[in-house]
């Protein structure tokens, strides 16, 4: 129904007979993250699928041996890895409640493969769906996902300010 796009974020907002979820979507300045927020206006709580193409497509040396992804039930989040497990992905969400099998071998013939998980969003709560990588020197996917959850108010936070001071 509309969408908001600034230095910071994009938002988007999706409306239907007696609801509306606000969908916004930011990169921290300094971290190797993605977060989404969903803020749902319902009478009920509403269920939200988050469906993605794992892509860790490194470039030789490092692209020996493809791809492997595992779901953490203890995080919420899907780990997706190479081999050697120095590039490394999560995913995921406090809020999810189901989960696609990550392991599904039911189409072979399916090079596109995709996950998905779902989350239980309650009407005018926040539900955030964060993203982080890890490389070797360089960033923890696990340790940034935490500090997301925990730290992406602030982070929303320093972004906006960042971009309006270049304004």
Known sequence: QHVEVTPSEVTREYAADGLRVRETLFVPIDQAALVLLYQVESPTPLFIRIAFRPDLDLMWPAGIGGQEYSWDDSQHTFHIHEPSDRYHAFIGSPAAVAHSNPVDRSKPWDTEHVLSFEMRA???QV???VATIGMPKGYDAAQLYDQALKN???WRQHARQHYASRL
């Open 122 to 124: 309650e009407p005018h």
């Open 127 to 129: 539900v955030a769906v």
């Open 152 to 154: 992406f108010p602030d």
